[in-house]
Each structure stands twice: as structure tokens, then as C-alpha cells.
């Protein structure tokens, strides 16, 4: 900004005259206050828009999408050499993803090395020096893609090779007036290296937990072992190892194998499903772990009352074991099925998933017999209109075919309707046919602020088994139960009138040689006014739980008042059919935003009415390294008891290396070099560490996802050219971009060349280690410098390639007020 003022008040100086219809700019030198008249080169102002013939290093925007790497970019002198032309390249122009109809009618010039695309009148590139980028707009209607929330394939970026490691530590301890007391540890995570566009990684898991009345349990597992890599022509994933069977049709369990699956989120986003999500009621403060066929996919610690979970990834799906342990000890388990959108795909394309390997059991992945092969995919017959079916089928003994339809309903929704057929051969028994029909239908209403996310209905016939159930019946497993009809719907819905957010989670399933089982809770949230009571919240909350040997009915009721920004009061109610009826009156305070806290008291009503309620704390917080989170409670004659959780990651490069927040699933991350301390992005979630290094998340798979630096809370000394940097990354990418930040003083110099004379009015004086511009030659050599640190170089530049150099000096108590700095 500086420099552009600069700029403007030399041209304001000169008298700047710029011709009617011409590109040429005239300077009236005359009008100058200078002393030297004769010493002034304006030549670089006369033509606008001036760029020197050279090569720069530039981001290259396009619409308003970055592209993925930085490109080495030429101007050209033009025959007249007043100013240079861009040369893009055929492999750049590759990168904006033209229409072919467009890209051949481009011309090639400079020897066939650069594309005619600049001279398309329709067409806009600007060069800025300040934040070096290239900047293209190019109509819509020459592009291949028309979603503006979608990037193709051809501007995704695999990120550079790294190391990583996501991890989860958890510890709690339960100290009661009498009985045994206990202590647990845990902790799961990810680690993996990035080579290339191949992804390598290792789940693991680890609990220790200790009574005083009993032995240590101390267990460490790998519970996974896979790689993968983004095919981007086929818009398909490839993987290998220890995975999920992953399925729009067949039911989901583990295997060893490989697969190769059309990828949801490289479609744009009308077009993808729905991540799963989960809903409960703590009674304390609890932990909360969600896992799938004994694997631990989530785990964290909640406060009492209502919680969801929603950041669970898109491609977990099946049912989910959820596992509440409350303080106390006690604990409530229920399943959970994920909801996915019916199998639509556009006209004329196909979507294909396809799989085989052995299934595999425990904690170890043990593979068992029969091998199975597995295949499904999805044609877009019309425009709204898909067919999809799949089979699998094992060694002989197992086979199971489906077919269905896809209807998108555009403003109504989406439904699909399918039929699956399977032929089972058990030891002893002669071969069962059965089959099982099911109907989902989704819809999201964005623009009313409700949304159903799925409604899905399947009856199966007695004889029906899945792949699952028939294993299952094959190892001997006596709890094996078969499926006969489950209802499922998960729905939102804001009304206007009354105010109100209405909130329904359901689940039944019904079984053919098992009791059924329920989960449904639903919540009704209105915010409102009591005379001088502003903003108060209630909320109403429900459950029934029905599952196995549990059955439990609760009710949640919630009312809280804002006392300022950031702190409020609220009060609790509660009644459970194993609880009991209590209540909590609580304070929160979050007027930090990286670091709140509140403090609660209450209990049972019996427990209350003798003295024996229940004191709670927690506290969270949020570092540029990781998220902690403290839980204490005490009951008056009963227990205490305490439990702390860390979330963080570490990520290292060939170009540096940092600890930074917790990333999620394989969701890409991106890494920032800026060679300077200190400099916050993402309102303080990251923060460049000794060595200039910092690594954000909160970065999605193939959607472009900005970082921003706070320029707000940049160091005093510091100064950073560029405040946004956008990537669209693959899943599990580690993305590096190298931000122009300087570190320095700034200061008013005098440059005076051997001879005693000044440089004309109007040089510029170039940062030798960055080469960009520090600065423009005022009258006298007065120049304002930004960015100067000791024993930095500087090149002062005017006319036809004369230049000086300059060395600024070491010594600091130099570096003040006005300097004297000699140009050789």
C-alpha cells in the first residue's frame, strides 16, 4: 500500500497526461519541485500498467480459484519493447480447463511457446507486483465446469511428500468414598506418510486402565494398515490394506483387500451425500465413542446434556456402535445407522465401486474365509433418472445381486427404491433364497433452514442374508440376529412462527429371532424475550432408548440467559428411567475465545435435599498446537472425579516441520513457510513457529478452502504481501505454499551514488533477497524502505538496465531516524 502511494504521488508530482485513446502516458516534468530537474526517469510510469521484461514466480488466479502451484511466468518485450505480453503456456492453459471448441481456436506465437488466450478481448490478465499473482478472467462459458462452488480435476493439487501423526490422549480417574478406585488412559490416532498422490497410514489404539482392586489392562493395537490415492480421471479412489467394504447397496464390514471407488466429493457438492451423524443425552460429564466393528472411529468428552456429533467423515458408513461412559462409571450403548443419499449420478455418466479381498475379524484383522468379489455402479440414464445395481459373491456358498432406481425430484428431494436378492449355502443346511426391499429419500431445503437428511425404509424376508449374517452364522457367532424391517429418518425444520427449531433423530429395527430395538430423540429449541430479559434459550430435549438389555427414556430441559457477550447462566433439568429426576444451575464464560470454562452445582433431588450434590468445572483450550480440555466434579459424600483430553497433530515436510490443532480423518491440511516468527492465521488457530512453519486444518477434499493470515495481530515488525491463500487439495494431502512475508524495519534513507549524485527520481530499489520492490527514489535520493533488516542487499534500478547496489549496514543503532545509505 505504501508503495502504490508512493507511486501516486510522483505521478501527481509529474503531471500526469494520459492521451484520449491511447495507452501512452505524458509527464509535464516541468511542474516537479526538485532540485535537480535533470536527474528524474519516469520512463517505467509512461506506458500504463508498465511490467519489466523477465520471469516472475506468481500464483495464478482463475474466476477467482487459485491454481494449485505457483507457475514461473515470462513477459515478453513487445516489438516496440514500451512494455512487455504474457507468455501462457499450452501446459498452463491446460490447467483452466477450456472447453476444447475454445482451446484449439487459440494461435500459438514466440515459436509455438506461448497461447494467444491473453488477446481474446473477452478475456482479462493483470500482473500484481504487490502480491505477485496473475490474475485471469475468462467467461464462464468457456470452461468446462458451471458449479461456481466446484473445481475440476485438472486444478487439484496432491500436495508435497510428508510425515504426519494425529493423536488423541485421553485420561480419567474415579476416586469413590468407598469401593475400588480406577484410573484409565487412552489414546488413538492416525500416522502416515504423503508420497507423491499416495497416501500410507496406520490407525492405532491404546487403553490402560488400572483399579485398585484388580490388574493393570494395558493394550496396544494397530487396529489398520491401508494406502490410497486419488484417480482423478476416473473421479474414483484407489485403495489397499486393512479397510471398510465400502457400499451404497450392501451392508459395510472390514476386510483386507483392495477396492477402487467413484469418490462422492470430487463431485460438485449437489451431488454429494451426507456424513452421518449422532445424537444423545449425557447424564455427567462423560465420554463418548463411536467405533464400528470393534475400531474406534471417534472419541471425545462431553458436558452433561444433550450432544451431537457431527464431524464424522462422508465415508464412514453402516451401523455405528455408540458407547456413553458417564463418570460414575455407568454406562449406556446404542447403534446408530449412517444415512447416505440415494444413488444418483448425472446424465450419461457412471459411478462404479468395486472390491475384493477377505474379510477380517477382532481387533487384529484377523482375514477368515471366503474371498469375496464385490461390484456396483450407477448409469444416468436421464437427466433425473439413474439405474443402479451391484452383486457380491464369495468362493460358492454366497451370492447377492441388487437392482434399483434413482429419481432426483429436484425441488422435492431425491428418492430410490432397489431390490436385493442373496442365495446363502450354510453347513448342513440345504441353500436359502431370500430377498430384501428398501426405500430412501433425502432432501435438503437450504434456502428454509430445514433439511431431511434421510428417510429410509428396508423390509427383508426371513430367508434374506447379508454378507455379514451369513459370516456371522458361518464363525459360530450365537448373537447373530436377522434383519426384518428398520425405519429410519433424521430430519430438521425451523418454523417462523412460533420461532422454533424442531430436531428428530429416529431409528427402529425390527428383528425376525431378536426384540426389536428404538432410538429416538428429538429437540425443540426457541429463543425469546421476558420483559428485561434479553435472548433467553430453552430447549427441549427427548430420547427413548431401546437396545439389547438397556431401555431408557429421558428428558432434557434447558434454560439459559445471556449476561454479556460471552458469559451466561442456564439451568438444567433432567429425568431419566435410571437417574432419576436432577437439576443444574451452571455459568459459562467464553469471552475469550481461546479459553472457556464453566462451573456448575446441582444433583438429584433426594441427593440435593441431603447435602449431597455435585459440583462440576470444565475448561477448554484452544492453542495454535493442539485443543485441551479439563472435567472435574465432586460429590458430597459419594465420589470425585477428574478427566483431561488433548487433541493435536504433527506434520513435517521436506520444507519444514510444526505441531499444530488436531486435523480430522484423512481431511487434507495445509502448511505455511513464511521464514518470519510469530505471524497468526485463521484467527489464531495457527501461528509460524521458530522457523517461520505452520500447518492449519480445517481444510476439505477437493473443495477450495482459504487460509487467512491476521493481518491484525501481525508482529509490529512484520509485513506480509499476500492475506489469503486458497488450495484445492485430494484427501489426505499436505498442501505448502510459500508466503511473502518481510521482517524489518522501516526507515527513511538518503541514497547517494560514489560520485555524490543521486539516483533519478522515480528508481526503484529492489530487495535482492526476494526481488521485489523495496522502494522508489524520491527527490534528493529520499526513499522510504520497508522490510530492512542488517546485512540485507539492495539493487536500485533506472533506464535502460543501469543499476547500483547497496549493503545496509549491521550496526542496529544505524537503522533509526534518517540514514545514509551509498549505492556502488
Not at 450407477?378 to 445395481?389: A, H, I, R
Not at 417462523?496 to 431378536?514: C, E, F, G, M, Q
Request: hydrophobic share 35%; with cysteine.
Amino acid at each position: 500500500m505504501i508503495f502504490k502511494l508512493a507511486r501516486l504521488v510522483i505521478l501527481a508530482a509529474a503531471g500526469v497526461v494520459i492521451s484520449p485513446g491511447s495507452q501512452a502516458i505524458e509527464f509535464n516534468v516541468n511542474i516537479i519541485d526538485a532540485n535537480d530537474r535533470e536527474n528524474i526517469d519516469l520512463s517505467r510510469f509512461e506506458v500504463a500498467n508498465y511490467i519489466l521484461p523477465g520471469e516472475y514466480l506468481l500464483d495464478v488466479v482463475v474466476n477467482g480459484h487459485v491454481l494449485p502451484e505457483q507457475s514461473l511466468i515470462k513477459f515478453l518485450a513487445t516489438e516496440n519493447e514500451k512494455n512487455s505480453r504474457v507468455c501462457l503456456t499450452p501446459l498452463l492453459v491446460d490447467q483452466f480447463d477450456l472447453i476444447e471448441e475454445f482451446r484449439s481456436s487459440l494461435t500459438a506465437w514466440h515459436g509455438n511457446e506461448c497461447l494467444s488466450l491473453d488477446q481474446e478481448p473477452e478475456i482479462t490478465a493483470r500482473y500484481d507486483q504487490e502480491k505477485q499473482t496473475l490474475t485471469m478472467t475468462i467467461p464462464q462459458a468457456w470452461l468446462n465446469y458451471r458449479d461456481q462452488n466446484w473445481v475440476p480435476p485438472s486444478q487439484w493439487d496432491d500436495g508435497v511428500p510428508g510425515f504426519l501423526l494425529d493423536y488423541n490422549l485421553l485420561g480419567s480417574k474415579f476416586v469413590p468414598e468407598q469401593g475400588a478406585r480406577s484410573t484409565n488412559f487412552s489414546s488413538y490416532g492416525t500416522t502416515g506418510i504423503n508420497i507423491g498422490a499416495w497416501r500410507v497410514r496406520g490407525d492405532y489404539q491404546y487403553t490402560n486402565s488400572h483399579s485398585s482392586e484388580g490388574p493393570v489392562s494395558d493394550q496396544f493395537t494397530w487396529s489398520q494398515f491401508y494406502l490410497y490415492r486419488a484417480l482423478p480421471a476416473l473421479g474414483a479412489k484407489l485403495s489397499g490394506g486393512q479397510t471398510y467394504f465400502n457400499s451404497d447397496i450392501f451392508d459395510s464390514f472390514r476386510f483386507v483387500g483392495v477396492s477402487l471407488n467413484s469418490d462422492q466429493r470430487m463431485l460438485p457438492p449437489s451431488l454429494r451425500g451426507y456424513a452421518p451423524q449422532v445424537t444423545g443425552i449425557a447424564r455427567t460429564n462423560a465420554r463418548i465413542i463411536i467405533s464400528q466393528n470393534s475400531r474406534i472411529i471417534y472419541q471425545a468428552n462431553v458436558p452433561p446434556g444433550p450432544f451431537v456429533i457431527q464431524d464424522l467423515s462422508e465415508a464412514v458408513q453402516g451401523a455405528l456402535d455408540v458407547r456413553i461412559e458417564e463418570e460414575n462409571g455407568s454406562v449406556t450403548s446404542f447403534q446408530v445407522s449412517t444415512a447416505t443419499i440415494p444413488f444418483l449420478t448425472r446424465k450419461g455418466a457412471i459411478r462404479f465401486k468395486t472390491a475384493m479381498g477377505k474379510p477380517t475379524i477382532g481387533r487384529n484383522n484377523h482375514a477368515i474365509d471366503p474371498a469375496f468379489y464385490s461390484g456396483e455402479l450407477s448409469w444416468g440414464v436421464l437427466n433425473n433418472l439413474s439405474l443402479y445395481g451391484g452383486a457380491i459373491a464369495t468362493n460358492g456358498d454366497y451370492q447377492a445381486q441388487a437392482l434399483g432406481l434413482g429419481q432426483n425430484l429436484q425441488d422435492f428431494g431425491a428418492i430410490s427404491f432397489d431390490v436385493t436378492r442373496s442365495a446363502a449355502t450354510l453347513l448342513h443346511q440345504n441353500r436359502q433364497t431370500g430377498y430384501s426391499y428398501r426405500a430412501n429419500y433425502a432432501k435438503r431445503f437450504d434456502s428454509t433452514g430445514s433439511q431431511i437428511t434421510f428417510a429410509g425404509y428396508r423390509f427383508s424376508e426371513r430367508t434374506f442374508m447379508s454378507l455379514n449374517q451369513f459370516l456371522d452364522k458361518t464363525s459360530g457367532n450365537t448373537y447373530s440376529r436377522d434383519d426384518k424391517q428398520t425405519y429410519t429418518i433424521t430430519a430438521n425444520q425451523y418454523l417462523p412462527w412460533p420461532d422454533i427449531t424442531l430436531y428428530l433423530s429416529a431409528t427402529h429395527k425390527v428383528y425376525w429371532n431378536d426384540t426389536s430395538t428404538n432410538n429416538y430423540s428429538m429437540s425443540v429449541s426457541k429463543i425469546f424475550d421476558i420483559g428485561q430479559l434479553r435472548g433467553i434459550a430453552a430447549t427441549l430435549s427427548a430420547s427413548k432408548l431401546k437396545y439389547r438389555y438397556q431401555d431408557e427414556n429421558q428428558m432434557f430441559l434447558s434454560f439459559s440467559l445471556p449476561l454479556s457477550t460471552g458469559q451466561q447462566i442456564s439451568y438444567d433439568a433432567q429425568n431419566n428411567s435410571t437417574g432419576g429426576f436432577s437439576q443444574t444451575v451452571s455459568y459459562y464464560n467464553s469471552q475469550d475465545m481461546n479459553n472457556s470454562w464453566r462451573v456448575s452445582a446441582g444433583g438429584s433431588s433426594p441427593d440435593i435435599q441431603q447435602g449431597n450434590g455435585v459440583f462440576r468445572g470444565n475448561y477448554q483450550h484452544n492453542s495454535p498446537y493442539g485443543q485441551l480440555g479439563l472435567n472435574g466434579s465432586v460429590k458430597n459424600n459419594d465420589y470425585r472425579s477428574t478427566s483431561a483430553n488433548w487433541y493435536g497433530s504433527f506434520t513435517a515436510t521436506p520444507y519444514g516441520a510444526a505441531l499444530h490443532q488436531s486435523s480430522v480423518g484423512n481431511e487434507p491440511r495445509m502448511m505455511l513457510a513464511a521464514g518470519v516468527k510469530g505471524i497468526p492465521v485463521n484467527n489464531g488457530s495457527g501461528i509460524t513457529n521458530d522457523y517461520g512453519i505452520t500447518v492449519v486444518n480445517g481444510v476439505s477434499s477437493y473443495q477450495t478452502s482459504d487460509v487467512r493470515i491476521d493481518v491484525n495481530n501481525l508482529p509490529e515488525d512484520v509485513e506480509v504481501y499476500s492475506s489469503v491463500v486458497s488450495k484445492t487439495l485430494t484427501e489426505g494431502a499436505i498442501g505448502y505454499r510459500k508466503i511473502r512475508a518481510i521482517k524489518g524495519q522501516q526507515l527513511m534513507a538518503i541514497i547517494r551514488l560514489t560520485d555524490g549524485s543521486y539516483p533519478p527520481l522515480g528508481a526503484a530499489v529492489m530487495d535482492d533477497s526476494t526481488g521485489v520492490e523495496a522502494g522508489l527514489i524520491g527527490d534528493g535520493g529520499l526513499t522510504y524502505l520497508a522490510g530492512i533488516s542488517a546485512e540485507k542487499n539492495l539493487t536500485v534500478r533506472w533506464g535502460d538496465n543501469t543499476q547500483c547496489h547497496i549493503s545496509v549496514p549491521d550496526n542496529h543503532s544505524l537503522l533509526s531516524g534518517q540514514v545514509l545509505l551509498p549505492c556502488q
